[in-house]
């Protein structure tokens, strides 16, 4: 496994911008996909966007498409979620993690696709 500590969040009002990292340590960084998932009170954990080992391939949540981006330092042993264009509704605990197995590009992330988590940063979105 993978050590991750996520750092970034915060209130902001609507319309604003944060960006969330997640520093790793632990194993090759490098070589395993990593995502961030999200979980809003009273709400089940879901998949937010994903970016593959090499950092070609990226996905996305249809709520966030177009306002947020995944990216990764692989010098840096980081993976960061510029977040654009916040909503209200997106407030919640945003958690990255780290693929289970190396060298893959996620397709259709799920939770089990994962074995590493952070501990999660909180962000609020005023209205």
């Known amino acids: 496994q993978v050590q991750l500590v996520e750092s970034g969040g915060g209130l902001v009002q609507a319309g604003g911008s944060l960006r969330l990292s997640c520093a790793a340590s632990?194993?090759?960084?490098?070589?395993?996909?990593m995502a961030w998932f999200r979980q809003a009170p009273g709400k089940e954990r879901e998949f937010v966007a994903a970016?593959?080992?090499?950092?070609?391939?990226?996905n996305y949540a249809e709520s966030v498409k177009g306002r947020f981006t995944i990216s990764r330092d692989n010098a840096k042993n980081t993976v960061y979620l510029q977040m654009n264009s916040l909503k209200p509704e997106d407030t919640a605990v945003y958690y990255c993690?780290?693929?289970?197995?190396?060298?893959?590009?996620?397709?259709?992330?799920?939770?089990?696709?994962?074995?590493?988590w952070g501990q999660g940063t909180q962000v609020t979105v005023s209205s």
């Open positions: 993690a780290a693929d289970r197995f190396p060298f893959r590009t996620p397709r259709t992330p799920q939770i089990p696709d994962f074995d590493s």
């Open positions: 970016i593959s080992w090499g950092g070609v391939t990226t």
């Open positions: 632990g194993r090759t960084f490098r070589n395993y996909a």
